[in-house]
């Protein structure tokens, strides 16, 4: 799409908020520090945000929709003020596929679909935006959509990093460092 929108797509899990697994309590929200910071700086920048995030917990039945909801109006309060995403979105495939639809797993990162589906219904340029996550399938799923990567060190999924690092753009230890990195591309 040639629309002169850019955006930044975000993992959830471990890039925004803490990694709880299976999180159906928005009690366990915690924002990981530096977060909120990051996400003003890259909308101030012009960048419209999205989350892209697998919740297999869905697919599962450890999450219901109403449990989901809850998780994310909590994180988008503790994000506080100024932070709005355009739109977030969820792929409920389990991957061990039972209770998921084909359509459910084809979303599954590294799946670039859900970020397909962003780029006609908001008229976003993927070679203008990036993608942001702690782990290889969102580095993967980044790439796969024709956008620039960017891959945070936080969470436990260091295991993966040497690997993501490999298809990454950018590589950082902070979201911060990462919004910084990606205001100066712009």
Not at 61 to 86: N, P, W, Y
Not at 155 to 177: H, I, Q, V
Request: charged share 25%.
């Amino acid at each position: 799409m040639s629309s002169a929108r850019k955006a930044v797509f975000l993992d959830r899990d471990d890039t925004i908020i803490w990694n709880v697994p299976y999180l159906n309590d928005p009690a366990g929200v915690k924002v990981i520090p530096g977060a909120p910071e990051a996400l003003r700086l890259l909308a101030g920048a012009g960048f419209e945000l999205f989350v892209v995030s697998n919740q297999s917990g869905i697919g599962r039945g450890k999450v219901t929709h109403d449990q989901l909801r809850a998780v994310t109006a909590e994180m988008l309060r503790q994000l506080g003020e100024g932070i709005a995403f355009r739109h977030i979105y969820h792929s409920y495939g389990d991957p061990t596929l039972r209770g998921s639809s084909a359509a459910d797993l084809a979303t599954r990162k590294p799946s670039p679909l859900l970020v397909h589906r962003a780029a006609v219904e908001y008229g976003i340029d993927l070679k203008k935006s990036f993608f942001i996550g702690d782990r290889l399938g969102d580095i993967l799923c980044g790439r796969n959509a024709g956008c620039r990567t960017a891959l945070v060190h936080t969470g436990e999924n260091g295991k993966e990093w040497p690997m993501a690092g490999r298809f990454a753009d950018f590589a950082a230890d902070s979201l911060g460092e990462i919004a910084a990195w990606i205001k100066a591309q712009a």
